[in-house]
């Protein structure tokens, strides 16, 4: 279950997932009863053997935020397996399908993805390429989540107007997987500068399909990123714009992101989390294989 229920087994050590404090931390991006989901988590606390987080930030936010004592909390990070019959793809197979398919040039278009919700920063990220007077197109790949009025309003008026601005702009609210592995592979740079998160799969994947990525300070980010990114203030427009000027001019910053993304991707890899879990069950006496 992806939410935060305090469901118990008897009988059996009990772990509890915690992804992030999201609620706690920012209440005005999302619509949850924030009493309740206090109540929840508060009583997934008193009840846990063992807490897992996926960064070291929710891991700081469990301890702070619901009084867990350090040694119950135990940080494996997350991994991101991606098929080989994707990734090995030859970059000509994959440049014919961004021509065909999205009339895309190979690493000439920004890429953002994920739901469109506050947190997502996407109202900041469209004003921030629009300030950037950039020609090349930001794709924008994702389906309405909640209160997305507010992150779309800018995005929905250029529509609108129509112009050069309009035409630059794609968004798709859905999109196969492997054409997604394709647009990451393809990509120049993901933009995804979020307010927070509690890990952040969209940099991880873009740094371990050799693509450069612009992300933030926001919650766990710089901890997936390291030195493999361009980190800005999610809530400073003008920053992001600088970001997306250097991804867009500068050849050689690109190919030093690719680089190190790949280094900084090997991090957290299937193997690495499976190493951390069994670390996990370890210190509640579960026996591993």
């Not at 997604?180 to 120049?188: D, E, H, M, P």
């Amino acid at each position: 279950w992806t939410a935060t229920l305090p469901l118990y087994a008897k009988g059996a050590p009990n772990i509890y997932t915690i992804h992030d404090l999201i609620p706690l931390r920012l209440p005005h991006t999302t619509m949850d009863d924030k009493a309740v989901y206090m109540k929840l988590c508060q009583a997934v606390a008193a009840r846990a053997d063992h807490i897992a987080v996926v960064s070291e930030t929710t891991r700081q936010d469990v301890i702070r935020l619901l009084g867990v004592s350090e040694d119950r909390v135990t940080n494996t990070y997350q991994a991101v397996h991606l098929p080989t019959t994707l990734t090995e793809r030859s970059q000509a197979e994959v440049e014919l399908e961004l021509e065909g398919v999205f009339n895309l040039g190979w690493k000439d278009y920004f890429l953002h993805f994920g739901a469109i919700e506050p947190k997502k920063n996407l109202g900041r990220i469209v004003e921030a390429y629009l300030a950037s007077g950039s020609k090349t197109p930001l794709v924008i790949i994702g389906g309405r989540a909640w209160l997305d009025e507010g992150e779309t309003a800018l995005l929905n008026q250029v529509k609108r107007d129509g112009g050069p601005s309009a035409d630059r702009i794609r968004q798709y609210e859905y999109m196969p997987f492997s054409m997604l592995i394709s647009l990451i592979r393809g990509a120049k740079a993901t933009l995804f500068p979020s307010l927070y998160e509690g890990f952040g799969l969209p940099v991880l994947e873009s740094m371990a399909l050799s693509t450069a990525v612009l992300t933030s300070t926001g919650g766990s980010l710089p901890e997936v990123a390291g030195d493999a990114a361009v980190v800005v203030d999610p809530y400073d427009v003008q920053a992001i714009t600088r970001g997306i000027q250097a991804l867009d001019a500068d050849e050689a910053l690109r190919a030093d992101l690719q680089a190190r993304g790949l280094i900084q991707a090997g991090k957290f890899t299937p193997e690495a989390y499976q190493a951390r879990l069994r670390e996990l069950y370890a210190k509640v006496g579960l026996a591993t294989t």
